[in-house]
């Protein structure tokens, strides 16, 4: 079994099966995305980022694991942080980054986001993971 997985770094039957194998699967994804250069990339990350938890916490989930950008990793705390607001205890929402290779659930969110940003028919294999797509 590997260590993790970078759906980039697959050879394309290799990202085929992997899929199919994440299709079978009993999880879905809820897909947020904004329209950025690379100026404005982080701005529209924390924007996503802001919108989910507002999500998470209306649907009272209890925790979210984000894939960790080791030192901008502050940008999100500052954001869920500021979107939870002054009584974080009482919404029962935890959050942690981890490293991919801790989170296997990390892998489907990367093997979604590389699909999709593929198009074509990489964004039809995934149409059936995808729960909700909320465009910011």
Not at 1 to 27: G, N, T, W
Not at 62 to 70: A, I, K, P, S
Not at 86 to 115: F, G, M, N, R
């Amino acid at each position: 079994m590997a260590r993790e997985l970078h759906f980039k770094k697959e050879k394309e039957p290799r990202r085929r099966q992997l899929i199919d194998q994440m299709a079978k699967m009993s999880v879905s994804v809820r897909m947020y995305t904004g329209s950025c250069t690379p100026k404005t990339e982080e701005a529209v990350r924390q924007q996503c980022l802001r919108r989910a938890v507002e999500d998470l916490l209306e649907s009272r989930a209890h925790r979210l694991v984000l894939d960790t950008r080791n030192e901008r990793d502050d940008h999100d705390r500052r954001t869920i942080q500021e979107t939870l607001g002054t009584q974080p205890s009482k919404t029962e929402l935890t959050y942690e980054h981890l490293d991919s290779t801790l989170e296997p659930l990390l892998w489907i969110s990367d093997a979604v986001a590389w699909c999709f940003g593929a198009a074509g028919n990489w964004t039809h294999k995934i149409e059936g993971l995808i729960e909700e797509h909320i465009r910011l």
